[in-house]
């Protein structure tokens, strides 16, 4: 079964318009971390943001923030101002357990930022 | 800042020819994974070195080896190849799981093309 689900292959968004791009994940282990990651067409994989299991508040970082509901298992990665720059493959990824090595990506979903 | 070093940054081989990819971690940092990601494909774990020695691994075909040397650097080993192997192979580096928080950083990738 997929670990990481990200239903939206592909998403389009104005330019300066915010955008939510979806991710579930599935997971026994009560101790897990989140994260987002971008890749634009050069191919290399940027950290975005982070998101512990036990972490009472969403996590923010500038123009990202991550909608993070426990009980629905969602950790939705939100975009406020959409950049040009910002069109890239978006992949959401989980490390399950304290210690766990095993990073797990989700499918991506291509993000198009329109002028 | 010292980023993840990844060398070559492309490579071409023949099927059934030999490869080693190299990847040197961000400074302090003691634990090396390496992810495949095919065209067009979410990065998949293949295998993960803490203190040089193997701590996770994945979808490592048999025909691939790894090793962490005692500089923390790792290099990957790919024989007998095949042109399923053409795809982009990252390296990742963190400070190991004793921090708890192991937040991946990301080399740039090498590409490999099998022909």
């Known amino acids: 079964a997929q670990k990481i689900t990200q239903t939206q292959p592909g998403m389009f968004v104005q330019e300066k318009e915010a955008v939510t791009l979806d991710c579930t994940y599935d997971t026994s282990d009560p101790s897990y971390g989140l994260f987002w990651y971008k890749q634009p067409s050069s191919g290399e994989m940027i950290f975005l943001i982070y998101?512990?299991?036990?972490?009472?508040q969403n996590a923010t970082e500038g123009r990202y923030s991550l909608n993070f509901q426990k009980a629905r298992k969602s950790a939705n990665l939100v975009i406020s101002a959409s950049q040009l720059g910002d069109s890239a493959m978006y992949f959401c990824a989980m490390r399950e357990g304290d210690y766990g090595q095993n990073f797990v990506f989700g499918p991506g979903t291509r993000l198009s930022v329109l002028p | 800042a010292a980023g993840v070093i990844q060398s070559p940054r492309h490579l071409i081989k023949e099927k059934r020819e030999t490869a080693t990819l190299k990847c040197y971690p961000i400074p302090r940092h003691d634990t090396v994974y390496w992810y495949q990601q095919g065209p067009g494909q979410d990065p998949q774990f293949l295998i993960s070195f803490y203190e040089k020695m193997q701590s996770d691994k994945g979808s490592i075909p048999d025909r691939f080896s790894a090793q962490q040397f005692s500089d923390y650097h790792s290099e990957l080993n790919m024989s007998s190849l095949e042109l399923g192997d053409s795809a982009l192979y990252f390296c990742?580096?963190?400070?190991?799981?004793?921090?708890?928080?192991?937040?991946?950083?990301f080399g740039p990738g090498t590409r490999l093309t099998v022909t």
């Open positions: 998101q512990g299991s036990y972490d009472q």
């Open positions: 990742a580096s963190s400070l190991g799981p004793m921090t708890g928080f192991n937040e991946q950083y």
